[in-house]
């Protein structure tokens, strides 16, 4: 059972392993872990280097599948680290859409058309 909550991130990261480098970029977040997109994920069991933003944390491949790959941390994030990863991306995106402020279609003349 996960104990840590996962928060969603989007940055572009980098898994170094011995012999290779894989670019892709993170989606989420927790102190114990992350999820890493990339189209070449290392298989399970496979340690290495995590960065994003000028972080840097050691970590093993516990699970990966065609696109990307679950890494948990060596040691703990600590909750600097953790809040700067999240405080970015909502500063990057913004507040999240409140679906009362989207308009509903209506279908008009010219087909559907926002009122």
Known sequence: MRSAKR??????????????ECEGRLSDLSETGARFDTPTPPAKGVSGLLSWRGHEFFGKVAWSNEDSCGIVFERPLPQAILQDSINRLEKSTGPAANFGNIPIAQRGRRGLVAS
Do not use: E, F, K, N
Request: hydrophobic share 45%; proline share 14%.
């Open 7 to 20: 928060h969603p991130v989007d940055c572009p990261a980098s898994l170094m392993l011995l012999g290779r």
